[in-house]
């Protein structure tokens, strides 16, 4: 009898067999680029809904990647959310939970993207605005894990766009180009110049680079001027018949559209697209400060949903959220998974082969970034803001239903999102269960911290 066939056959399946292990396997672990704009709308995005401002190359990023419907900030506002993000805890537990008070830093025992990327045995970069420690406190972050920093250690200097200086490490760089009111070296493009030089000096070393970008933020100039939109060029939007900000904002916006593209762009160049996984995010919903020019409504930057920074409706915390990595990350997806900064920390690890720490509030999203079944999912998210009396608010999303307290006392307004999403229509008193247990997620997300105080105990902890 001829057994070659037979033979044959087995040879295939044992193949097959193969290439189906290899396949289920986790990917080598990528260089990682973590990208990060400033008060950027959930709808300034064309790839989000915007038409009115050019975003050609995020909108390509999102047709080679994954884009995230539902993925949220740490917070309304810049500094806690970046707290959020870099130890992988909200709100309730992070060291930073509001811009004030003044002088809240990271100190060594909190434990960084940074710190655990370096683990690893990752190169880590940090460029733009860092707003987590300043020169002489233990938070800067050189001391939290990143081998090579550039930018603004203290974030109300990052609302300068020409300044006389910049950290360089623990060194201050002069901006010669700036000096005598003359405005030579524009901020924003001196983090893209050196977060290219970063990737050119990539090795076999896998990389990690957090480049947090400053604008679109206001600048710290007279209010209901164009001045509170600075850019070298209101290009490609010169002949609009806009107001003055508002063409410097969207050239903004479509300047760093530019620099996200020759990041790509170098990637592809180096050999290294397929070994890299990029994100692009905000740190929060857009700005609608009343003594600055720009307005959200112009270009609809808050998209189909209501808010703005500094509340917490979902326009101020619901931000875009785009991931690629090419043969990784399926390409051309949208996704509805709910997630938030605190989970990148989690993610990251996974990704990078380290452990997070184990305080962690975060879940790791690499099935759901990676095309997967995600099967752990949260109970709830939480947020707070305004940590002052009279003015603290706290957010709950719990499933679909998303809780919101406006100030010490007031009542839980109850929204169903999956029908609701610009939160229009307060249910609460229809759900007094599911308001009952929005309350209880409120009570035990806080944790009180010497900066950061419980402000109302009948309120807040609970009687």
Request: hydrophobic share 35%; glycine share 8%; aromatic share 10%.
């Amino acid at each position: 009898m001829n057994r070659w066939p037979q033979l044959f056959v087995a040879l295939i399946a044992t193949f097959v067999l193969q290439g189906s292990i290899a396949a289920a396997e986790p990917p080598a672990r990528p260089n990682i680029i973590f990208i990060m704009a400033d008060d950027l709308g959930y709808g300034d995005l064309g790839c989000y809904g915007q038409k009115q401002i050019f975003t050609p190359h995020l909108d390509q990023m999102a047709r080679e990647g994954t884009r995230f419907t539902q993925a949220y900030a740490g917070s309304t506002v810049c500094a806690p959310s970046r707290c959020c993000l870099m130890t992988g805890l909200h709100n309730g537990h992070a060291r930073i939970r509001d811009n004030i008070p003044h002088g809240t830093f990271l100190r060594d025992e909190d434990v960084t993207l940074g710190e655990v990327a370096k683990s690893a045995g990752y190169r880590t970069g940090a460029i733009g605005k860092w707003s987590l420690g300043v020169h002489g406190s233990e938070g800067k972050p050189n001391d939290q894990g990143f081998d090579d920093w550039f930018g603004h250690l203290d974030q109300d200097q990052a609302h300068f766009y020409y300044p006389h200086y910049l950290w360089d490490n623990d060194r201050i760089k002069l901006l010669k180009g700036n000096r005598a009111e003359r405005r030579g070296e524009y901020t924003h493009d001196l983090f893209t110049q050196r977060a290219l030089q970063f990737i050119e000096q990539s090795d076999e070393t896998p990389f990690f680079l957090y480049l947090a970008y400053t604008i679109p933020h206001w600048s710290d100039y007279p209010s209901e001027s164009p001045e509170s939109q600075i850019v070298p060029s209101d290009e490609p939007y010169t002949s609009k018949d806009w107001p003055q900000v508002e063409k410097n904002y969207a050239a903004m916006v479509t300047r760093m559209d530019r620099d996200v593209g020759q990041i790509l762009a170098l990637l592809k160049k180096r050999g290294l697209d397929e070994n890299t996984i990029v994100f692009f995010t905000s740190d929060n919903g857009p700005c609608a400060h009343q003594r600055k020019a720009h307005r959200p409504k112009f270009f609809n930057s808050r998209g189909p949903l209501q808010g703005h920074k500094r509340n917490l409706y979902e326009a101020g915390i619901r931000v875009p959220m785009i991931v690629r990595w090419p043969g990784e990350v399926p390409a051309g997806r949208t996704s509805d998974q709910v997630w938030a900064f605190w989970d990148v920390m989690p993610t990251l690890a996974e990704l990078a082969g380290a452990a997070p720490p184990k305080t962690t509030d975060g879940i790791s999203m690499a099935p759901a970034i990676l095309g997967r079944e995600q099967t752990q999912q949260h109970d709830y998210l939480y947020w707070d803001y305004g940590h002052s009396r009279g003015n603290f608010m706290q957010a709950v999303r719990m499933g679909d239903w998303k809780g919101i307290r406006n100030g010490i006392g007031a009542e839980i307004e109850l929204y169903d999102l999956a029908t609701d999403s610009a939160e229009r229509n307060n249910i609460a008193a229809e759900h007094p269960q599911v308001v009952a247990k929005i309350e209880r997620a409120m009570r035990e997300s806080f944790v009180e911290t010497p900066a950061y105080p419980i402000v109302h105990p009948d309120d807040v902890k609970g009687r």
